[in-house]
């Protein structure tokens, strides 16, 4: 059995908002959506593994230690539509009651998800407008040490590749076998994906059809695992593929090669 953390893919719906005058603008309801849900289950589904699914504001928010914690307890950890700022930045850091009273510093969460990584454990990075580049560059991923372990390189700047058509994934070779009954060829259009360069030293397993870029890149680092995933395994870049009947089966291939 493994023990899986996964962070990102919530979402906040704040509104409707109503504008009653120029002056006065109202929002009306709140809303929490786990877009995660469906990744979650496929890991969950034979029955052997277990899943905590948090937040992207809850990773942030972690105190001194509780990262820390966090991986010495788990076996896998997936990282999906969070921008490098919250590795980086901290709430403390913008506390004016701390400030002045004595060296604000924290741990560095990519230097422990490195180390973490090279001494035998496993990440699984996802896309999405917020993951490797991102939108404008916001993931910034690659302006991290998240990028020593990174089985791909990131572009420089926006990586967004989409289209209201959908790319197709299609499988090397040498790893066609390797997902068994689950057919990788009739696998539904995603409508995006975060563009990044093959890396040496790691395996393509999946590409897109129409571009040639890498989809799913797998490979070793030091004693750990990683595993790149450059779409989205939730809508929207994902909504086909989460209500395709091997999506569980899938996923299941993947966190083998993790484990």
């Not at 990773?59 to 700022?85: H, N, Q, R, T």
């Not at 990044?196 to 989809?215: A, N, Q």
């Amino acid at each position: 059995m493994a023990k899986i953390y996964y962070v990102g893919d919530w979402a906040v719906l704040m509104g409707p908002v109503f504008a009653e005058s120029p002056f006065n603008y109202e929002y009306k309801g709140i809303d929490i959506f786990n877009y995660g849900e469906w990744l979650m289950k496929a890991f969950q589904s034979s029955g052997e593994h277990e899943v905590k699914s948090v937040p992207a504001w809850d990773f942030y928010k972690m105190g001194p230690g509780e990262y820390e914690k966090i991986l010495e307890e788990y076996d896998v950890v997936v990282f999906s539509d969070i921008e490098a700022k919250n590795f980086q930045l901290a709430p403390n850091f913008f506390d004016r009651e701390k400030m002045g009273k004595g060296i604000l510093t924290l741990p560095d969460r990519t230097r422990l998800t490195v180390d973490w990584v090279k001494e035998g454990k496993s990440v699984m990075f996802m896309g999405g407008w917020l993951s490797f580049s991102g939108e404008i560059g916001k993931g910034g991923w690659g302006r991290t040490r998240l990028k020593e372990i990174l089985p791909v390189e990131c572009m420089p700047a926006d990586d967004l590749v989409e289209s209201t058509e959908g790319f197709y994934p299609v499988a090397s070779p040498e790893w066609s076998d390797f997902f068994g009954n689950v057919d990788i060829n009739n696998m539904p259009p995603i409508l995006g994906y975060n563009q990044t360069r093959e890396r040496e030293g790691f395996d393509t397993i999946l590409s897109i059809r129409e571009t040639g870029d890498p989809l799913l890149v797998y490979g070793e680092m030091g004693k750990g695992k990683v595993l790149a995933y450059m779409s989205d395994p939730a809508p929207h870049w994902g909504c086909n593929i989460v209500y395709w009947e091997h999506y569980n089966d899938f996923w299941l291939k993947c966190l083998k090669l993790m484990l």
